[in-house]
């Protein structure tokens, strides 16, 4: 079901919120947020943290406006919070948990937007007392520099799984802004992205171009990929549509670049493993074949 906008604008509850990893996802949930009046701290790295407690999250869109949002930062948890969003990428999740220790997250809630699927049995298994609640986001967003976020999408949609506690946090998301489902099954939330974004962004970073010329110079290999996977999230509970996944690709702008590609570019470790690694063992898993994807992983892998 959708949220409309009455969270703290509308006088419901204030939430603290942490936000781990206030790059270009994580720094613009945090300046929502933190707009609507909610209590948030960002978990970062020194200079990161000093940024942010010296400027606030310096925010460009034109969806929300351009501004200067305060918020707390910190490098560690360490006070008691009612939701952490998880906003890093797969490749840095492991060092980035230090930032919250379990027993200062105790029963919170705990909302992955991680790309993929499988980290979500990672943070089950390091915070057991907490309420996993698996989330996907669409939306382009970029860190251009420490606190500093540029919100190119006309979108910014979130999908969260339903959970005890969601239907607070998606009321606050609702409210600053976002268009904002709150689900059931988590299998449908996580594979229901994958199927679109696996395609996306190995496609984009293997021809490194963009979405307009993938679609017109690599229409074959696009929707061999987007069936492939389509496949595995229909075995692992998805939709699988794989005939809206090709709509949805051939309604972007022709210069929609993934961010899979933005960091081959930039030569920043790819999410490779979480993407495309995970569709192909759950394609292993199910006994379907998935020869597109492979070849595409693993030139990617050699590259």
Avoid at 178 to 197: H, N, Q, S, T
Wanted: aromatic share 2%.
């Amino acid at each position: 079901m959708s949220a409309g906008r009455v969270g703290a604008a509308a006088g419901g509850a204030l939430l603290r919120v942490a936000v781990l990893g206030p790059g270009g996802v994580g720094g613009l949930l945090a300046a929502l947020l933190a707009g609507d009046g909610h209590e948030v701290v960002c978990l970062a790295g020194a200079g990161t943290a000093s940024a942010l407690r010296e400027h606030g999250v310096r925010l460009t869109s034109a969806r929300f406006g351009d501004r200067a949002q305060p918020v707390a930062a910190a490098e560690v948890l360490d006070r008691p919070v009612d939701a952490c969003l998880v906003a890093v990428k797969a490749t840095s999740l492991q060092a980035a948990l230090q930032r919250v220790p379990a027993p200062v997250l105790d029963g919170a809630l705990l909302v992955p937007l991680l790309n993929g699927v499988e980290h979500v049995a990672v943070l089950r298994e390091r915070y057991p007392a907490a309420t996993v609640a698996p989330a996907a986001i669409r939306v382009e967003s970029t860190r251009t520099a420490p606190g500093q976020v540029h919100h190119a999408s006309p979108f910014a949609s979130l999908d969260l799984t339903a959970a005890p506690g969601v239907e607070r946090l998606a009321r606050a998301l609702g409210s600053a802004g976002l268009d904002v489902r709150v689900r059931e099954g988590e299998a449908a939330v996580l594979w229901d992205k994958l199927a679109f974004l696996a395609p996306l962004a190995l496609l984009t970073t293997h021809a490194a171009a963009p979405a307009g010329e993938v679609r017109q110079r690599r229409r074959e290999d696009l929707v061999a990929v987007v069936e492939e996977v389509a496949a595995v999230a229909r075995a692992e509970g998805g939709a699988g549509d794989a005939a809206g996944v090709l709509r949805t690709f051939d309604a972007l702008p022709a210069t929609t670049r993934s961010s899979m590609q933005r960091d081959a570019e930039a030569g920043r470790p790819l999410e490779l493993d979480a993407l495309g690694g995970a569709v192909l063992r759950a394609a292993a898993r199910h006994g379907l074949a998935a020869p597109v994807t492979a070849r595409l992983v693993a030139d990617l892998e050699r590259r």
